[in-house]
């Protein structure tokens, strides 16, 4: 089954970087849409950015200009989702998951339906 593991957490001071990884592995369909959300205490849970079946991307309007999220290729078997934070603010702390589409012969499934497969989430942490 698809299972999903997050990386590349940790702290920083305002205006600092960190990049985070997502291995997806137990795929049978490589073209899904993938996305990281964030949560922070006391709020919702958030979509930061994603990528779909057909390579688009979409931000928050929150991360625009700092955020990037990029897939590699290179891994034989799994889907590999990073994304760069550059500039980070004390606002974007919180708990970062990685997400993805259905694992389905189904178009729509794959890439026009919702999340459904999560990873356990990775800390990140910035102060001011």
């Known amino acids: 089954h698809v299972q999903l593991m997050e990386s590349g957490g940790g702290s920083v001071q305002a205006g600092g970087s960190l990049r985070l990884s997502c291995v997806i592995s137990?795929?049978?369909?490589?073209?899904?849409?993938m996305a990281w959300f964030r949560q922070s205490p006391g709020k919702e849970r958030e979509q930061v950015a994603s990528?779909?079946?057909?390579?688009?991307?979409?931000?928050?309007d929150s991360v625009k200009g700092r955020f990037t999220i990029s897939q590699d290729t290179s891994h034989p078997t799994d889907n590999i989702v990073h994304l760069q934070m550059n500039n980070l603010e004390p606002e974007d702390a919180g708990m970062y998951y990685c997400?993805?589409?259905?694992?389905?012969?189904?178009?729509?499934?794959?890439?026009?339906?919702?999340?459904?497969?999560w990873g356990q989430g990775t800390q990140v942490t910035v102060s001011s």
């Open positions: 990528i779909n079946c057909e390579l688009e991307r979409k931000y928050a």
């Open positions: 137990g795929l049978e369909y490589r073209r899904i849409d």
């Open positions: 997400s993805s589409s259905h694992d389905s012969a189904d178009y729509d499934k794959r890439c026009l339906g919702a999340f459904v497969n």
